[in-house]
């Protein structure tokens, strides 16, 4: 799914121009509003309930995913502001269908956003190894090019969280792992800096949050965009959610296997056991997730939201 998506929600004073994997992108209808936004150069982001592994689009969506990923995001560039800049600009309500706030049919998912210009660089930071990371070290203990220790296993925890950007790729192609000296070389050595050192502050200030409330911050990526009027770069898209998260219960972390959690690990791991049926080498798309996936999935995105914010969500049953 990319590019002018028909099937796209329609909403008063905006226009359709984006849908990715997960969210859907919207620009001021100035014909509607009569004129530019009263906010100025603005994008409304809105999450759906939409969820993607293996670089598939999967069906059904989880209910209520993207109110979980829009107020999770909040809340945490709430607790970011003095780390790093953001572009949220208003979560406001419409009362009139040509105001420019966000219409009430996605309230709850959706943000007005500053537009960026975004960098084509996926920053992931590591502070425990699994996944493609725990891949790549065995083949050679390396990650990203980082130099890591020998006798390190799934679950791990790292020294010191490591920096592994990854080359953004088209929706449905395969994001590509790649070193800090190539990051250099496709965006210019000091913006890549910048984004090393933000993801890595950004990383240590949540890891010690999220472990006060009993939860492993294993590893997560994160976006980075320029304020085209400003020249700030600023913290895009969404952040430190179950999507681009790992998350792990604290009490039951135990290196040398998969780890308990309460992100769309689940699903991974469904989707490539003996009752799934499929066969992730093939051309053949996943299978519809059965009703017992989708709704532990909403219970593992719903733990992890009231576990680390304290704050509690009523979702909806159906899926947008």
Request: net charge negative; glycine share 10%; proline share 7%.
């Amino acid at each position: 799914m990319s590019g002018l998506d028909t099937t796209a929600q329609h909403l008063p004073g905006w226009r359709h121009v984006y849908s990715g994997k997960v969210r859907d992108l919207y620009e001021p209808d100035t014909d509607a509003l009569g004129g530019p936004h009263p906010l100025g150069d603005v994008v409304l982001v809105v999450a759906s309930d939409r969820v993607s592994a293996y670089d598939h689009v999967l069906s059904p969506g989880i209910p209520g995913k993207g109110i979980v990923l829009t107020q999770l995001s909040v809340w945490w560039f709430e607790q970011l502001a003095e780390i790093v800049g953001n572009h949220l600009v208003s979560l406001e309500v419409s009362v009139t269908p040509t105001d420019g706030l966000i219409p009430a049919a996605v309230d709850g998912r959706a943000m007005i956003c500053r537009r960026l210009t975004m960098f084509p660089i996926e920053c992931v930071v590591r502070g425990y190894l699994t996944g493609s990371g725990l891949v790549e070290y065995r083949d050679n203990s390396t990650v990203c090019g980082v130099p890591l220790p020998a006798g390190l296993t799934d679950g791990s925890r790292l020294e010191v969280p490591i920096f592994t950007p990854a080359a953004k790729a088209e929706v449905g192609e395969h994001d590509e792992n790649i070193t800090f000296e190539d990051t250099a070389q496709r965006i210019g050595w000091a913006a890549a800096e910048i984004l090393r050192d933000h993801t890595l502050a950004v990383y240590t200030h949540a890891e010690g949050i999220a472990r006060e409330h009993g939860v492993i911050l294993a590893d997560t990526k994160l976006e980075f965009g320029t304020d085209p009027v400003t020249g700030e770069i600023l913290l895009g898209d969404e952040v430190l959610t179950p999507d681009s998260s790992r998350f792990w219960d604290a009490l039951m972390w135990a290196p040398g296997g998969a780890q308990p959690s309460f992100d769309k690990q689940f699903i991974r791991d469904w989707l490539t056991s003996s009752e799934s049926g499929w066969d992730r080498s093939s051309d053949t798309p996943p299978p519809a997730l059965p009703q017992h996936v989708v709704a532990a999935t909403q219970e593992r995105y719903l733990e992890a939201y009231t576990r680390i914010t304290g704050k509690s969500l009523t979702l909806p049953t159906d899926a947008q």
